[in-house]
């Protein structure tokens, strides 16, 4: 798993503004990793307001709002701020190379419902993820399929999606079952 936070410039710094709402729209390429979810970042403080947190396949929408005498960045105002961090996993069977992950439009607004800029740049702020090349059954990733992935394996093993053993690492054959396919495969690459 890994994070990617959603961190733009805000336009003006020298006018450092509470934000108090916003509206965040996130975009990556999907037939590489996949988001887990998306949640608010400490821009919008503690326990902020989730409008709507719409999670589809390629994008996310993210509207949410700070609640009433809530601080900001640890009480702050000149820390960093972070407006969303995303929760994201390298698909099974990915190819390696280069994934886009970015921001399609942002919109934030203080207490008083003026606009506060955000400068992506001409086309965007995006970042890019690297996939390596993994061998199908290295589940804990480090370049071994050994006795610890049969664990992980043995762990997940006869479950689906829909259980909580489910790991989707030991889902070889992204079929939505562990299974004796699954098994198939770990065991024609255990030791490479």
Do not use: C, H
């Not at 996130?26 to 996949?34: C, K, R, S, V, Y």
């Not at 719409?54 to 005498?69: I, K, N």
């Not at 259980?163 to 198939?184: H, P, R, V, W």
């Amino acid at each position: 798993m890994s994070l990617w936070v959603v961190d733009p410039r805000i336009a003006n710094s020298s006018e450092r503004r509470v934000i108090s709402s916003g509206d965040i729209r996130l975009q990556w390429e999907n037939w590489g990793i996949e988001v887990i979810n998306v949640v608010p970042g400490n821009a919008f403080g503690v326990n902020p307001l989730v409008i709507q947190n719409v999670l589809e396949t390629g994008w996310s929408r993210l509207v949410v709002a700070r609640q009433s005498g809530n601080s900001t960045a640890g009480g702050d105002p000149a820390a960093p701020q972070t407006l969303a961090v995303m929760k994201l996993r390298v698909k099974s069977g990915a190819v390696p190379a280069d994934y886009l992950v970015g921001i399609l439009e942002t919109k934030l607004a203080d207490a008083n419902g003026q606009d506060i800029g955000v400068d992506l740049g001409p086309t965007g702020e995006f970042s890019i993820i690297t996939v390596g090349k993994q061998e199908m059954g290295d589940l804990d990733s480090n370049g071994v399929i050994d006795y610890r992935d049969l664990g992980i394996f043995a762990g997940a093993y006869g479950a689906s999606k829909e259980q909580s053993t489910f790991n989707d690492k030991a889902d070889l054959n992204g079929d939505g079952l562990i299974n004796y396919l699954d098994l198939a495969i770990f065991g024609a690459n255990y030791g490479k």
